[in-house]
């Protein structure tokens, strides 16, 4: 039987809360980190993140850290999906 995954999102941030400069260099990006853990509390490592956009296809991935952490920098506003896969673990879908 699979675990399920935990996870915290901390945040989605749009350049609207961003100083002019940054919004000039970054356009209208935005930023997902967060970290995956387990239902004790522990971190899961190397689980793979996702976010794509099932109309313009822009898709983005990393793997999380030691810590469970993980971070998803430049993401055009847009609805996302979220996907975090780790072995022995259900999959983590949310829309």
Do not use: C
Not at 61 to 80: E, K, M, Q, V, W
């Amino acid at each position: 039987m699979k675990s399920t995954l935990a996870v915290a999102i901390f945040g989605l941030f749009l350049s609207g809360f961003m100083q002019v400069g940054l919004a000039q260099s970054l356009g209208n990006a935005g930023t997902i980190e967060g970290t995956v853990v387990d239902p004790s509390g522990a971190a899961v490592t190397n689980a793979a993140v996702s976010v794509h956009n099932l109309v313009t296809g822009y898709q983005q991935s990393t793997r999380t850290a030691a810590d469970g952490s993980f971070r998803l920098t430049n993401i055009p506003p847009n609805p996302y999906h979220l996907e975090i896969r780790a072995a022995g673990f259900e999959d983590f879908l949310r829309m």
